[in-house]
């Protein structure tokens, strides 16, 4: 399978899996965060629940693993897989981002019981919540003011962001004080490193967008065939 149908196939489906959530209560953060251990634990041979990091206030920054046989391989072996990763709540007011990359997880996980050929050679990594302080608290931005989506050291400083931190209840796109200088953005940059990534899917709620690869304007701007 390629890169570009990975990516639309996990583009198609989380949406889908929005629909799974209407209805529901909604995570807060304690309870994302014990139902993906609890869900990673249900397939202990394929999947493995980390904390990876912390946020400003502590709070642990989580992802599940999966992969065939996981506790097995070595990590050179899990690092060379092809790697698919989600994340979510770079933006912590974006609840349902939460949710669609959460019941993505879950249902990858049933299909992988239910046939191992399906993440055969593969491997998927989900963060549902890299703003944990900002979720915890229905915040767009980090307790710093940090939009944290703003704060990645490539092109940091250059579209699309603002000089001043933003604190609750205001929601802005303050950048930081440097590229990367927030521990959580800093937390999902050393995740990524240790990947074979060959799709990397951000979940997002501020718009009805599929943003490929970046949304910027300009002399930055990519033009997508």
Known sequence: MSK?????????????LIGNVQGEVLHNY?????DTEELANM????????EHGESV???????VDVALNITGLTDEELRALPTMYVDAAHHGNEQMAVEAAYFFLKEVLEKSAENSSYLEGKRLVVTPVVNADGYSIDCRNNI?????????PYMWGEYGTSGTPTFCPASGTYRGSSGGSEVETQANMQLMSE???YVYLSGHTGSNDIVLPWKITGEYAVEIP
Do not use: H, K
């Open 4 to 16: 570009l149908t990975l990516l639309f196939s996990a583009i198609i489906a989380i949406p889908l």
């Open 30 to 34: 304690y309870t994302i965060q014990e």
């Open 43 to 50: 397939y202990p041979d394929i999947a493995i629940y980390r």
């Open 57 to 63: 206030s502590g709070l642990s920054i989580f992802s």
């Open 144 to 152: 710093m003011g940090v939009d944290l989506n703003r704060n990645y």
């Open 195 to 197: 990947m074979n990534m």
